[in-house]
Nanobody, 126 residues
Framework: VQRVVESGGGSVQSGGTLVLSCTTS????????MAWFRQIPGKELEGVAH???????TYLDSVSGRFTVSRDNAKDPLYLLMKSVKSEDKAMYYC????????????????????WGQGTQVTVSS
């Protein structure tokens, strides 16, 4: 069974730092591009950070320079380092995986991702 599980969410002060992790099972990790998505209540799911099997990264403009996605292809977990966290970063964060052969869908196209976690909540306090 393919599975990804997020952890590390919680409450962080505005301007603070938080690290999210994502562990996988049932997939050959090195063959999968990985991404972080988030959903703010009342809004659509949006792509936050993506890292492919060649370690190329892509970020949502509003988090670029503040968030860093990283992975070691030899083993998981996948990480999302969140620095200078803002109130607008408050959301449920999801880890997702897709086969590297499905890149034609586009970096943050939901249709390309076939394995999703249950999410981890990030809350930002002032």
């Amino acid at each position: 069974v393919q599975r990804v599980v997020e952890s590390g969410g919680g409450s962080v002060q505005s301007g603070g730092t938080l690290v999210l992790s994502c562990t996988t099972s049932g997939i050959t990790y090195v063959n999968y591009d990985m991404a972080w998505f988030r959903q703010i209540p009342g809004k659509e799911l949006e792509g936050v950070a993506h890292i492919d099997t060649n370690l190329k990264t892509t970020y949502l403009d509003s988090v670029s320079g503040r968030f860093t996605v990283s992975r070691d292809n030899a083993k998981d977990p996948l990480y999302l380092l969140m620095k200078s966290v803002k109130s607008e970063d408050k959301a449920m964060y999801y880890c997702a995986a897709r086969l590297s052969g499905d890149r034609h869908y586009g970096t943050f196209n939901l249709a390309g991702y076939n394995c999703w976690g249950q999410g981890t909540q990030v809350t930002v306090s002032s």
